[in-house]
């Protein structure tokens, strides 16, 4: 009976997760560094991005303990003597840890480049990677990548017990072109309007279409139908959020009162739109205002039928 107990706790113990892996390492962080017009909230999700990636395959000094061996070497080191390495050697010294990680980041014009470098008790690596026109999480995908890519390269010097290797993909969640729906409804007294629009967007360019149709009834009891549709661009910029600007030209369209017997075709004007989306994956979800006016010619033998007004609009988008 106790050789049977004794066997059951061996099993117990050498199956328990705490058992049979290799500790961590332990690596210093460097505060990530930056040059160029990268603001402060980046800096942190950032910051706490590469740290994150970082406790997948090593144990952080605390930042106090780093800040106060920083300090130690301030004093100790010559003024002359205190160049980034020197510095970075005798931290690693007073703290005992092999492993050191700083990340740089330089924006010019919109475009990032981003340095990774690790730095070993015998050797240096840097890895660095180029974004242009990117949003914060697609630097966080970036950093991701490169982290993973330290660690495969120097897994031999350090004996870091890294996760399984995985195909390291370059893609984000950016994509190239986007297809969008855009609605919009709304009404007023005996007043009903809709507008529906779909928008084919490149990058930061969009082309697309818009379809706006109104019923009306007067205080008289004549029923008015509006119809027009317009050729659309639009601008997109995009960050953590997206926000586009459109114009469009209207094209084609129809008025006319059925109780009356009035009719026209001949239609011109404009809308303009605002929109903010947010991306989930492939997906984008949008919100904003759209502002017509139009005019229709000779909607009766004295006088033109005119018309603006604004609603606001809602759409989802997919990227491919």
Known sequence: MRHLLILLISIILLSSPLFGQTERPETIVIPVGTLGDISASRKQIIQNTLSQELTKYFRLVPQDKFEEAQDQAFEELEYEECTEDQCIMMIQEILQVENVFSLQLVAEDGDTQLSLTWVGLDEKKVLTDFCEECKTKELNSKIE????????????????????????????ESYTYK????????????????????????????????????????SAGQKYELHNQSLDLSYTYADDYSFSFGVGVIVDGEAKSSTLNLKSTAVSGYRVMGLMGTDLGKWEFLGGYQYSTFEYKNFTSTKNFNMSGGLMVFGIGVGF
């Open 179 to 218: 297809l969008r729906g855009i609605i919009g409804s709304g009404s007023s007294d005996k007043t009903e309007f809709s507008n529906m629009s779909l928008h084919f967007v490149w990058d930061w360019l969009g082309i697309g279409l818009s379809d706006f149709y109104m019923e009306s009834t007067s």
């Open 145 to 172: 990548l490169l982290v993973k890519n330290m660690v495969q390269q120097i897994g031999q010097v350090t004996k870091v017990d890294a996760e399984p290797k995985e195909k390291l993909d370059d893609t984000t």
